[in-house]
């Protein structure tokens, strides 16, 4: 199974050029490191708009969002595409949180990682933009994106993975 990946940076500064892009870098030569395609890498502001016209005109089978899982007003990730998803897999962000709190302390509870089904059966992923909790949420992404996808796809039969 060839699983493919788009890597959405939302950040104000990296789209403006006041910073560079560590945290999606990283992100990309993770996934080509462990045998997955990516597509593209795009860079976006907090903007709703921008947010769901990548999620329409991009294609990959997993949308890896970096960036906007915050408290603070911009950060509008989670929000944009939870409104779009058909589903939400709760445990991504339950274990991502858990394990944060663990290697980082109660600063771990701030985020709001999460793991979406679209309606068209891609997979969405926001994660927190610094590299460290990039690094995290591949660990677990990893280790369960291929059953996740798996299941997603399959309407009858048993699983196979």
Sequence with gaps: MSISFLVIVVSDNVFQGLKKDISGEFAVETLKDNG??????????????EIIRVIRERRGDVLL??????PGPRDITVDTVE??????????GELFRRLSFEEIGYRGIISRAELFILYDGRIAVVLPG??????LGLKILLETIP??????WRFEGPHKT
């Design 36 to 49: 997955y395609v990516v597509v593209d890498k795009v860079v976006v502001p907090n903007n709703p708009r």
């Design 65 to 70: 969002f970096i960036g906007g899982t915050g």
């Design 83 to 92: 409104s779009i998803a058909w589903r939400k897999l709760p445990g991504f």
């Design 130 to 135: 610094s590299t460290g909790a990039v690094k």
């Design 147 to 152: 059953h996740i996808y798996e299941e997603v």
